[in-house]
């Protein structure tokens, strides 16, 4: 079946603009993950979604950051007023109801660059 | 203390032999523990977890915990050209569903 899809591949922005990225998780996975890996570093946790529940955003780095998921399906990741150390490439994962023993599956991931 | 480390550098070995990665946590409550592979430029797949104390295999992989310890390490047996990645420790923590990863252990095998 299909796997976790992300888009765009990659995206340039200049300072100061407003980025949006899209997550399309597995069918039937209820928990979306985003993530961030920095050059050299590794997998930053961001927010968690899981069905309806109030999300976990106790990794977002800065205010700037905000995500939505509509319709417990497809998340945007949202950076206000990006800042050259945004740049990373950011995952996206999934999985089937969450608990500790859980694997999650990621997507592709998004390159975002700011010049 | 980090949550992950995995400290070593890169890893080179010959085609055919044992590439042996390790990886230690500060949680002891951690409950589940996974190994990614990751190729340059592409995201993280998934290739082995494990939740108890031992050993596990799979194909060529094989796992081991030690939960006393804090550490989980992963062996590749008969390495391939293929298995040149980096590898990334990831831990599912006591009540929580995120995970947390390591920088990662690249391994380069030497046809």
């Known amino acids: 079946g299909a796997g976790v899809s992300q888009s765009p591949s990659n995206k340039v922005t200049e300072k100061g603009k407003d980025v949006e990225l899209r997550c399309d998780p597995i069918s039937g996975h209820t928990a979306l993950y985003w993530y961030r890996q920095s050059l050299g570093q590794g997998l930053e946790f961001l927010i968690y979604f899981q069905g309806n529940s109030a999300p976990d955003k106790s990794g977002l780095p800065s205010d700037r950051f905000s995500a939505e998921r509509t319709g417990g399906s497809v998340s945007t990741l949202t950076i206000q007023r990006t800042q050259q150390e945004d740049s990373a490439v950011y995952l996206c994962?999934?999985?089937?109801?969450?608990?500790?023993?859980?694997?999650?599956?990621f997507g592709p991931g998004t390159r975002l660059t700011v010049t | 203390q980090k949550e992950v480390e995995q400290n070593s550098g890169p890893l080179s070995v010959p085609e055919g032999a044992i590439a042996s990665l390790n990886c230690t946590y500060s949680d002891r409550g951690s409950q589940s523990f996974f190994w990614y592979r990751q190729y340059s430029g592409k995201s993280p797949e998934l290739i082995m977890f494990?939740?108890?104390?031992g050993d596990k295999e799979d194909g060529r992989f094989t796992a081991q915990l030690n939960k006393a310890s804090q550490y989980v390490s992963l062996l590749i047996r008969d390495s391939q050209p293929s298995d040149s990645a980096t590898y990334l420790c990831a831990v599912n923590r006591r009540g929580n569903n995120r995970l947390a990863f390591g920088k990662g252990n690249q391994v380069v095998v030497i046809p």
């Open positions: 994962a999934s999985s089937v109801p969450p608990g500790p023993l859980v694997e999650q599956y």
């Open positions: 494990i939740y108890s104390n």
